[in-house]
T-cell receptor, first 115, second 110 residues
Framework: DAGVIQSPRHEVTEMGQEVTLRCKPI?????LFWYRQTMMRGLELLIY????????DSGMPEDRFSAKMPNASFSTLKIQPSEPRDSAVYFC?????????????FGPGTRLLVL | GQQVMQIPQYQHVQEGEDFTTYCNSS?????IQWYKQRPGGHPVFLIQ?????EVKKQKRLTFQFGEAKKNSSLHITATQTTDVGTYFC??????????FGKGTRLHILP
């Protein structure tokens, strides 16, 4: 099993540019989560999907952030336009249970730096 | 909004000493999970607690869920250098909202 796959692993961009982060969950998992981690705010849940449907997006910081899950094997998190304060590590996780009631398997993360 | 308080934020212990981190919520939780994140790595699931007063053990790690299901603890006996990392609790409240604690960063002094 390859685990949760995220790309890119590192991203450096300039303020105002669009950033797209990608995630492939573990095959057979029906829940997918996007998290952001910073030193100041810790690990924050941004949004999660169940069976490709967004269930809770209350953690999405603002309209510049959007997430999609067009099918069971792929999700994107887009930031447009990006700002320096978006610099963080973004994790994707998947689970076989609805919501967070089961084990979440995290991907390696995307380290984003916005200059 | 609801918060899950995790203490301490940092802990330095001598190798061989014990370590405990605590997770507290103001509201009753449906369940609580514990994760470990090595430096530069990603969170890795350790365990889930569901029942009031539940105690689970994994080798040198002991996990407890409070009787009121509002707090939890992780205790490591006789720490080793491989225990270095940040330990997070992740709580699910009755609204199915997942909230991570800020984590406790454990440093082991040789």
């Amino acid at each position: 099993d390859a685990g949760v796959i995220q790309s890119p692993r590192h991203e450096v961009t300039e303020m105002g540019q669009e950033v797209t982060l990608r995630c492939k969950p573990i095959s057979g998992h029906n829940s997918l989560f996007w998290y952001r981690q910073t030193m100041m705010r810790g690990l924050e849940l941004l949004i999660y999907f169940n069976n490709n449907v967004p269930i809770d997006d209350s953690g999405m910081p603002e309209d510049r952030f959007s997430a999609k899950m067009p099918n069971a094997s792929f999700s994107t998190l887009k930031i447009q336009p990006s700002e320096p304060r978006d610099s963080a590590v973004y994790f994707c996780a998947s689970s076989t249970n609805t919501g967070g009631s089961g084990t979440q398997y995290f991907g390696p993360g995307t380290r984003l730096l916005v200059l | 909004g609801q918060q899950v308080m995790q203490i301490p934020q940092y802990q330095h212990v001598q190798e061989g000493e014990d370590f405990t981190t605590y997770c507290n919520s103001s509201t009753t939780l449906s369940n609580i999970q514990w994760y470990k994140q090595r430096p530069g790595g990603h969170p890795v699931f350790l365990i889930q607690l569901v029942k009031s007063g539940e105690v689970k053990k994994q080798k040198r790690l002991t996990f407890q869920f409070g009787e009121a299901k509002k707090n939890s603890s992780l205790h490591i006996t006789a720490t080793q250098t491989t225990d270095v990392g940040t330990y997070f609790c992740a709580a699910m409240n009755r609204d199915d909202k997942i909230i991570f604690g800020k984590g406790t960063r454990l440093h082991i002094l040789p």
